[in-house]
Antibody, heavy 126, light 107 residues
Framework: QVQLQESGPGLVKPSQTLSLTCTVSGVSISNSNYYWSWIRQPAGRGLEWIGRIYTSGSTNYNPSLKSRVTISEDTSNNQFSLKLSSVTAADTAVYYC??????????????????WGKGTTVTVSS | DIQVTQSPSSLSASVGDIVTITCRASQTISIFLNWYQQKPGKAPNLLIYAASNLQSGVPSRFRGSGSGTDFTLTISSLQPEDFATYYCQQSYSTPRTFGQGTKVEIK
């Protein structure tokens, strides 16, 4: 059974760096059938995709956050991580990690987030 | 970025009702469209991928359809456990984007 678990500080001061880790069990993050993503959700609001990492270490980020975001992997511990620098109150949210699976259809390959962590709340406040 | 617009933003329905939620993309995205259900305090749960493929373990009363720019999620007979917020998400290009959500409430 595949499980993802977010961990990290629940409170971060403005201008500092938010650091979260997603620990994956039941599957290797080096498995080339999957990508690994971060998504966030401010209280009472919708979902925002932050970015993803692939087994090769290649990454894609949301341009709205790109200058502040780094996603990295630690294959030895089967974890991937999120760093978001220069945080403000607008970065207060529930942060989720998720596995991205791939379905190979007739014409293309299709990605979808099929396993999610429970989420962790991060508050930016002094 | 591809914008994804859901409608309605909320609806009230009764158990047994047929519920339809629509999602429109700002450009054609073929069938690169997924649907998720989210209950309060929980992570989203995948229902449908590639517009019409039912995720394993999801009840067959959930059906997705559409291609291009217009998509629909239909719940054929609403059950008590279906009261939740539903999101569509495009996977055609990065950044991935979500609709703003449709909250399904009890009438």
């Amino acid at each position: 059974q595949v499980q993802l678990q977010e961990s990290g500080p629940g409170l971060v001061k403005p201008s500092q760096t938010l650091s979260l880790t997603c620990t994956v069990s039941g599957v290797s993050i080096s498995n080339s059938n999957y990508y690994w993503s971060w998504i966030r959700q401010p209280a009472g609001r919708g979902l925002e995709w932050i970015g993803r990492i692939y087994t090769s270490g290649s990454t894609n980020y949301n341009p709205s956050l790109k200058s502040r975001v780094t996603i990295s992997e630690d294959t030895s511990n089967n974890q991937f991580s999120l760093k978001l620098s220069s945080v403000t109150a607008a970065d207060t949210a529930v942060y989720y990690c998720a596995r991205v699976s791939i379905w190979f259809g007739e014409l293309s390959s299709y990605h979808y987030m099929d396993v999610w962590g429970k989420g962790t709340t991060v508050t930016v406040s002094s | 970025d591809i914008q994804v617009t859901q409608s309605p933003s909320s609806l009230s329905a009764s158990v047994g009702d047929i519920v339809t939620i629509t999602c429109r993309a700002s450009q054609t995205i073929s069938i690169f469209l997924n649907w998720y259900q989210q209950k309060p305090g929980k992570a989203p749960n995948l229902l449908i991928y590639a517009a019409s493929n039912l995720q394993s373990g999801v009840p067959s009363r959930f059906r997705g359809s559409g291609s291009g720019t217009d998509f629909t999620l239909t719940i054929s007979s609403l059950q008590p456990e279906d009261f939740a917020t539903y999101y569509c998400q495009q996977s055609y290009s990065t950044p991935r984007t979500f609709g703003q959500g449709t909250k399904v409430e009890i009438k």
